[in-house]
């Protein structure tokens, strides 16, 4: 009987130890805005002027993986799903235990408006279940300046401490 206890409890101690990947670190997560506003004249979030909703609409366990060399994010497919629902528009944030690391915009390819001074988030239509983070919709013009935040220090480390930085 003493030696089912220690078998016992060793198994439990064991599989109570076992660390989840997703679960190590501070989390990253993307949320849409409740509340925000734009800076004058330009496609770009008032960062003094806005708030998270109170969920994410992309979990970090639902963050498989990101690519920093092309800033693609791997997501599972209900996550993917909901990001498809996005309208031309919706502003997001990028967020490292709930701080916003940066902002942006939902910009499908198929939009024919533009998005100069900010960040955009589109569908990867040549890989599966992944989302693309650009630099201005369709591009950067000449003499904007974008502040790049989509390789982050503290962005690239949560997703390295999480097994998750490719």
């Known amino acids: 009987m003493k030696a089912f206890l220690l078998i016992f409890l060793f198994v439990s101690v064991s599989l109570g130890c076992r660390k989840d990947s997703t679960s190590l670190g501070e989390p990253v997560e993307i949320y849409l805005l409740k ?60 967020t490292v235990n709930k701080e916003v690391i940066y902002f942006g915009f939902f910009k499908p390819s198929f939009s024919s408006s533009s998005c100069d001074h900010s960040i955009t988030m589109d569908l990867s239509w040549g890989q599966a279940n992944r989302i693309l983070m650009r630099l201005g919709y369709p591009g950067v013009p000449t003499g904007v300046t974008i502040e790049d935040e989509r390789n982050n220090p503290r962005l690239l480390a949560a997703l390295q401490n999480q097994g998750k930085l490719r």
Not at 62 to 85: H, N, P, V
């Open 35 to 94: 509340d925000f506003q734009l800076l004058t004249n330009k496609c770009q979030v008032d960062p003094s002027a806005s708030s998270l909703q109170f969920t994410p609409t992309v979990a970090n366990g639902e963050i498989l993986e990101y690519s920093s060399s092309d800033y693609q994010f791997k997501l599972k497919a209900t996550a993917l799903e909901r990001i498809k629902t996005l309208s031309d528009r919706t502003p997001f944030a990028v």
